[in-house]
């Protein structure tokens, strides 16, 4: 059996059942009766008002969002959904402060639970630098179901190794 590498760090018995969905080709239907559409937030505009209103709703006394973007360049193989930059510039004597999020291109055909936690994951490291208790503990705050969201989103990229997409028509007619 082929090795489950976004899914290396979960138990053998889970890993198993997962082998098992992918022999018996139920992954994609599992995947798509829990999230049967994509989402509609499909350009840059759109995915930086989304994030905002993450952001307001959840982490209000943080630095405000620069910048939230689509980049086709970051690499999902190196375990990248999404990334975050915190840029600080001098400019006179005052100290300019930018947050900026982007999410690999990919993720423009999945459903907005999906989106929701990658969004999540790189406004947590605003707050939390590290992948430690209080980073999961805000991503959960802000997002109750993160666990299993990133769990289902690392059996949709297992889909996707084998050269399975879901979600994918809707972008190509969007």
Same mark, same amino acid.
């Given at each position: 059996?082929?090795? $489950?590498?976004? *899914?290396?760090?979960?138990?053998?018995?889970?890993? @198993? =059942?997962?082998? =098992? *969905?992918?022999?018996?080709?139920?992954?994609? &239907?599992?995947?798509?009766? +829990?999230?049967?559409?994509?989402?509609? &937030?499909?350009?840059?505009?759109? *995915?930086?008002?989304?994030?905002?209103?993450?952001?307001? #709703?959840?982490?209000? +006394?943080?630095?405000?969002?620069?910048? !939230?973007?689509?980049?086709?360049?970051?690499?999902?193989? /190196? /375990?990248?959904?999404?990334?975050?930059?915190?840029?600080?510039? !001098?400019?006179?004597?005052?100290?300019?402060? +930018? /947050?900026?999020?982007?999410?690999?291109?990919?993720? +423009?055909?999945?459903?907005?639970?999906?989106?929701? #936690?990658? !969004? !999540?994951? @790189? $406004?947590?490291?605003?707050?939390?630098?590290?992948? /430690?208790?209080?980073?999961?503990?805000?991503?959960?705050?802000? =997002?109750?179901?993160?666990?299993?969201?990133?769990?289902?989103?690392?059996? &949709?990229?297992? $889909?996707?190794?084998?050269?399975?997409?879901?979600?994918?028509?809707?972008?190509?007619?969007?």
């Amino acid at each position: 059996m082929k090795p $489950l590498k976004y *899914l290396s760090h979960y138990s053998a018995e889970i890993q @198993e =059942q997962i082998q =098992q *969905l992918i022999a018996s080709d139920r992954l994609a &239907y599992y995947l798509l009766s +829990k999230y049967p559409e994509s989402h509609q &937030y499909k350009t840059d505009k759109a *995915l930086f008002n989304y994030a905002i209103d993450l952001k307001n #709703m959840h982490m209000k +006394k943080s630095l405000p969002l620069s910048k !939230v973007t689509y980049d086709g360049k970051i690499n999902v193989i /190196n /375990n990248a959904l999404g990334s975050h930059h915190f840029i600080s510039r !001098v400019q006179g004597s005052k100290l300019k402060a +930018k /947050n900026e999020i982007r999410v690999a291109t990919l993720f +423009k055909s999945v459903p907005e639970p999906f989106l929701s #936690m990658i !969004v !999540v994951h @790189e $406004l947590a490291h605003f707050k939390e630098k590290e992948h /430690n208790k209080a980073f999961y503990k805000l991503c959960q705050h802000m =997002q109750p179901e993160y666990h299993q969201l990133e769990f289902d989103l690392r059996l &949709y990229l297992t $889909l996707m190794d084998s050269g399975q997409r879901l979600w994918q028509k809707e972008q190509d007619d969007g």
